[in-house]
């Protein structure tokens, strides 16, 4: 049974991942610009964050809060900043949006490896040493019997997506910007029939799904593995993607969507022995957060809805 | 489509006769210089900020393609397989797919291929037995592909997510089957090798072919390599004088239409991804069934195989436009930069991975500067069209006027 705890743990914090870089897909698609370079847009916050709190909190001796929340703020920033290269070639000059995805994943890798040369001197993983944020129990919740390991020596990070899921909520719902925010990516040609200017929304969208996609790959290198390797992304970003869908892109949905995607990751790390999966092939275990993702986008694919302009150009005026 | 109606007639085109081919070809070179200057004017200021000299660090990357020992055979091999993969991506894409899958496809295919060189030899004699294993590569290709095909036509799950994780998927598989059915039986008593597979009887390998051209087996230049340039002409075939191509062109140009055509997308869509699947088959055949002048031995699956090729060739298929002879063309001048990685920190103070940034920066300028390169043609196109309805327009009635919308 505490085994069972470790897996939700586990789960949590893939979770937090997940949620977080499939808000940024939200924004995006709720915009109309389908963002597939999640993937390298957490890239490339994995090796910013990873250097921010190395350099702030070990090199520069900021000490623990202050490093690893740096290290997070870069990310975000790097991450939204990579993103504008995807808002100038599918908003500005209209280029096909998968295919400008797949070109932020291929050069986010790239990119990733040059920075990781100029940071820290070699190409496919950071320094030792970098700091993270102290860990926390969960009052009450930790204290339940066998169970209660789901709940202890978590990074306080954790939280944030419960912070941020009704503000989230609120404001595409609520306020003016994130209406219009959502009618660009329903029906752009009547959002300027009421005056308000598409392309700006759309590149707000990107930059923000930027933000969040690299807040969390951030959150993977600096709270997580405490160090930066190549390739330690694997495929989340597009889990990110499979969850959004799954989701309906709704932001409260998408915390259950997120859960599910994080459990499954933590099968073949925490539940290896358990009875009946003890007797699968080791490899074949290590499959299960790709097959339950490709069974519930199969599944679910035609029960949802997309946003109806999502993936389209506008070609109105830009202004 | 939308273009058209925005699009303002092109002012002084006229009635110019330039063939059509003859334009598109211009603007698509003129797009692909723009791109290149961009990319290199780029790197030339993360070479300055590095306090190296532009000539001299493009230069040597230019030398080691090009006049030094075996450089030509160095960059051919290693265009072999991303020809084949830039193929395998350029098919699917023609119906409008995005096949993220050439990764996992050929890393199965492997396996098939060295299970069908490491059991079928006593089945197939003498030189059948490379050809059965490379069967069995495209077939693997092939069966791997099939699964988000059908996931495609059936559900309609995207296939870029599908294709990624059926790729993680196939990680395990390798491994799974380099530690069973094909694991190593024949190592020597007591002595600890890596993971692998035996090694491929004789017959099963691909026979060198740069020795034919003075060049040593380092850089293990084979007869892939004409075989990867012959199914590119097999692929121009496909697309441009099959019924296939052209159907794949319609439903990538438009679904709705092609299919209010009496096209059966599905199928069209299957189809593309076997084809995909099978090129893809083939991309690590360079890697497996090519003599490895390192070890002297070559012809084995080892587990730290050669991965990313299929990414890779998703970036040569761009910068060839997907056009099978711009990809023979593209994978080769890909191949050149790379093998100026090895070069930079001998040479010059800049890192290996600058060469990766000049790529990055060289893609992404490409794709924007031909789809701007693309919509002017078709704008230049369309404007030629609505002046010679005016002028139709004009002759019969002289009265009609604002049509043109």
């Known amino acids: 049974m505490s085994k069972l705890g470790f897996a939700i743990s586990i789960a949590f914090t893939y979770f937090t991942i997940i949620y977080l870089t499939g808000l940024g897909g939200l924004f995006s698609e709720r915009s109309g610009i389908v963002n597939i370079g999640l993937e390298g847009l957490m890239i490339i916050g994995t090796v910013t964050g990873s250097f921010g709190a190395y350099y702030f909190g070990a090199k520069l001796g900021w000490g623990v809060p202050a490093g690893p929340l740096m290290g997070l703020l870069l990310g975000l920033a790097c991450g939204a900043a990579f993103a504008s290269i995807h808002a100038l070639a599918t908003v500005t000059f209209k280029i096909d949006h998968i295919v400008s995805g797949v070109v932020i994943n291929l050069v986010a890798v790239g990119l990733a490896r040059f920075l990781s040369t100029v940071f820290f001197g070699q190409a496919t993983q950071s320094d030792p040493g970098q700091p993270h944020l102290h860990v926390i129990s969960i009052p009450l919740l930790s204290s339940i019997p066998a169970f209660g390991r789901a709940f202890q020596g978590l990074s306080p990070f954790v939280l944030f997506p419960f912070l941020v899921v009704f503000p989230v909520w609120w404001i595409l719902n609520r306020t003016r910007w994130g209406l219009r925010l959502r009618s660009a990516g329903e029906n752009p040609e009547a959002t300027r029939s009421l005056g308000v200017a598409v392309a700006p929304l759309r590149w707000e969208g990107v930059l923000i799904s930027g933000a969040f996609a690299g807040l969390a790959g951030a959150f993977l290198s600096v709270e997580i593995v405490n160090n930066w390797r190549e390739g330690q992304t694997l495929g989340l970003g597009f889990i990110a993607l499979a969850a959004l869908i799954l989701s309906n892109w709704n932001p409260i949905r998408l915390m259950g969507a997120a859960f599910l995607f994080g459990f499954a990751q933590a099968i073949p790390l925490a539940l290896r022995d358990w009875p009946v999966i003890r007797s699968i092939p080791e490899q074949f275990v290590n499959m299960t957060p790709y097959v339950v993702t490709i069974v519930v986008l199969a599944g679910f694919i035609g029960k949802v809805r997309p946003p109806a302009a999502a993936g389209k150009a506008y070609e109105g005026t830009t202004t | ?405």
């Open chain 2, 1 to 405: 489509m939308a273009i058209t109606a925005t699009a303002p007639p092109a002012a002084g085109t006229g009635l110019k006769t330039r063939p059509e081919w003859l334009e598109s070809a211009i603007g698509q070179g003129l797009a692909l210089v723009l791109a290149l200057v961009i990319a290199l004017g780029l790197g030339s200021i993360i070479i300055l900020l590095y306090g190296e000299n532009p000539l001299d660090v493009y230069g040597s990357i230019l030398r080691a393609s090009t006049t030094d020992k075996d450089g030509p055979a160095w960059v051919l091999s290693a265009a072999t397989p991303l020809i084949f993969s830039a193929l395998a991506v350029s098919v699917c894409f023609k119906g409008g797919l995005f096949n993220i899958g050439v990764e996992g496809q050929y890393l199965v295919a492997m396996v098939t291929a060295a299970w069908a060189a490491l059991h079928l030899g006593g089945l197939l004699p003498g030189p059948l037995l490379m050809w059965g294993v490379l069967l069995f590569g495209m077939l693997g290709g092939m069966a791997y592909a099939a699964v988000p095909g059908a996931l495609k036509v059936k559900t309609g799950a995207h296939e870029v997510v599908t294709t990624i994780m059926m790729n993680g998927i196939a990680i395990s598989l390798v491994a799974w089957a380099l530690n069973n059915s094909l694991r190593y039986t024949n190592a020597p008593v007591g002595q600890n090798v890596d993971l692998r597979t035996n090694i491929f009887p004789a017959n099963a390998k691909v026979p060198d072919l740069g020795h034919l051209f003075g060049y040593g087996p380092a850089p293990r230049l084979s007869w892939l390599f004409p075989l990867a340039v012959f199914a590119a002409a097999i692929v121009w075939f496909i697309v441009k004088r099959m019924r296939l191509g052209y159907e794949a062109r319609a439903v990538g140009a438009s679904a709705g239409s092609a299919q209010a055509g009496g096209i059966g997308i599905g199928s069209v869509q299957m189809k593309l991804f076997l084809i995909s699947g099978a090129l893809a088959g083939l991309v690590g055949m360079q890697q497996i069934l090519v003599n490895n002048a390192s070890t002297s031995t070559g012809g084995y699956l080892p587990q730290n195989y050669e991965a990313t090729l299929g990414f890779t060739g998703i970036a040569v298929a761009f910068l060839g436009q997907n056009n099978p002879i711009g990809i023979v063309f593209a994978a080769i001048f890909w191949a050149s930069l790379s093998r100026g990685e090895s070069i930079l920190p001998i040479e010059t103070d800049m890192p290996r991975e600058f060469v990766i940034i000049l790529q990055g920066i060289l893609i992404m300028s490409v794709v924007i500067t031909y789809t701007l390169a693309k919509r002017r043609l078709e704008r230049r196109q369309t404007g030629r069209v609505l002046a010679e309805e005016e002028i139709v327009a004009a002759q019969s009635a002289p009265a009609l006027e604002g049509t043109t919308t």
